[in-house]
C-alpha cells in the first residue's frame, strides 16, 4: 500500500515539474516573407529587387542565445515556414550584406536581421507583420 501511494506522489510531481518550453512537439505555425535587394559593389544602384529565394532562415527557440535551433530555405515567393511549434517566444534572423561598410575589415561582412515573435495560442497561425529585408 505505501509503495502504491509513493508510486502516485511521484508520478504527480513528475507531471508537475515539466514544464513545456518554446520549440517543437506543438500545433502553432509561424510565416514570414523575406525580401532581397541586390545593389552593386558600392550599394549606389539597384541590380535587383524582389523576393528571396533560397535564403537561409533561422529560429532560436526561447532565450537561449547561443546557437539556432532549426533552419528553414525561403520559397520561391519569399515566403518560409516553420512548423509544430509551442506557445512561447522565437526569434527569426537571416544574414545580410551590411551597406555601411562597417563590417568591410572583418571576416563575415554580414549583419543579422532579427525578428523577435511571441506565439501565445497552441494552435495559433503567426504571421510576422513586418517583412525581413536582406540586401546583397
Known amino acids: 500500500m505505501i509503495s502504491k501511494v509513493i508510486l502516485i ?5 513528475a507531471f508537475i515539474s515539466c514544464s513545456d518550453e518554446e520549440g517543437v512537439g506543438g500545433e502553432a505555425t509561424l510565416r514570414g516573407y523575406v525580401w532581397q535587394i541586390d545593389y552593386n559593389r558600392e550599394f549606389t ?12 532562415v533561422f529560429i532560436i527557440y ?33 544574414y545580410s550584406k551590411d551597406s555601411s561598410g562597417a563590417a568591410e575589415n572583418i571576416e563575415s561582412p554580414d549583419i543579422v536581421v532579427k525578428k523577435m515573435i511571441t506565439i501565445a495560442g497552441g494552435k495559433d497561425f503567426v504571421e510576422i507583420a513586418d517583412t525581413l529585408v536582406v540586401l546583397n
Open 9 to 13: 506522489l511521484f508520478v504527480c510531481l
Open 45 to 56: 544602384k539597384i541590380k535587383f529587387e524582389g523576393p528571396a529565394m533560397n535564403k537561409d
Open 62 to 94: 526561447g532565450s537561449d542565445t547561443t546557437t539556432f535551433h532549426d533552419d528553414t530555405e525561403t520559397h520561391w515567393d519569399g515566403s518560409f515556414e516553420f512548423r509544430y511549434l509551442k506557445e512561447g517566444s522565437y526569434t527569426v534572423y537571416v
